[in-house]
């Protein structure tokens, strides 16, 4: 799987957007991009996947740059609750035995008052 | 709840010792992952099973861990001889494969080890 490169940590306001970039400069053509994230003592939790297309869910956006270099996680208002680490993950298509995730060290997202 | 449950939630064990952790996956999802995570370390990846069948160990995966879903549903790790450098915490997921070859992963809230 690609490698990514993500800020360590940034800070929102309460209500603003927050925008989460990533770079996956390697990522293969059939490599989707899939964001995770993190609250203190809990498990990693599902956001978000795309491939090509821009994806949106009741989470979040997801912007992928036209030629797949890059993406950008958009919580359109966050809240004192998004504040966690973010992972940005891009993984081959499921094949059987290419199915685990490989996490780097994310980005710590802090939403503030 | 009907998500990824884990037990114990915390478990403290003297070096030596050894420990068992289960995990219960969402019902109807056939594929279970363990992962570990250090401190201010992402997850990294241990094992996965597909229904009973594992199909893929991490080098991570010493001749001390030991992982089984004897039935396709439950999991439990096992780690013998503990040491301290298995103090960590330990995340179960399950997913089921969705059309189009992609998929999600739920993860379950984690065992955390302390070994003394």
């Known amino acids: 799987d690609a490698k990514t490169t993500q800020p360590t940590s940034m800070d929102c306001a309460e209500g603003r957007a927050a925008n989460l970039p990533c770079n996956h400069s390697?990522?293969?053509?059939?490599?989707?991009v899939y964001w995770y994230r993190q609250i203190h003592s809990q498990g990693p939790q599902y956001i978000i996947h795309?491939?090509?297309n821009n994806e949106t869910n009741e989470m979040a956006s997801l912007i992928i740059t036209e030629d797949r270099k890059s993406s950008t996680l958009i919580l359109p208002h966050a809240t004192l609750r998004d504040t966690a680490v973010y992972y940005c993950?891009?993984?081959?298509?499921?094949?059987?035995?290419?199915?685990?995730?490989?996490f780097g060290t994310g980005t710590r997202l802090q939403v503030t008052l | 709840d009907t998500g990824v449950s884990q037990d114990p939630r915390h478990k403290i064990t003297k070096r030596g010792q050894n420990v068992t952790f289960r995990c219960d996956p969402i019902?109807?999802?056939?594929?279970l992952y363990w992962y570990r995570q250090t401190l201010g370390q992402g997850p990294e990846f241990l094992t996965y099973?597909?229904?009973?069948?594992?199909?893929?160990k991490s080098r991570l995966l010493s001749d001390r861990f030991s992982a089984e879903r004897p039935k396709g549903s439950f999991s439990t790790l096992e780690i013998q001889r503990t040491e301290q450098g298995d103090s960590a915490m330990y995340l179960c997921?399950?997913?089921?494969?969705?059309?189009?070859?992609?998929?999600?992963?739920?993860f379950g809230p984690g065992t955390r080890l302390t070994v003394t």
């Open positions: 390697t990522i293969s053509g059939n490599e989707y």
């Open positions: 099973f597909q229904n009973e069948a594992q199909l893929e």
């Open positions: 795309g491939l090509k």
């Open positions: 019902s109807e999802h056939n594929r």
């Open positions: 997921a399950s997913s089921l494969r969705l059309a189009g070859g992609s998929y999600e992963q739920y």
């Open positions: 993950i891009v993984r081959a298509p499921d094949t059987g035995t290419a199915s685990k995730l490989t």
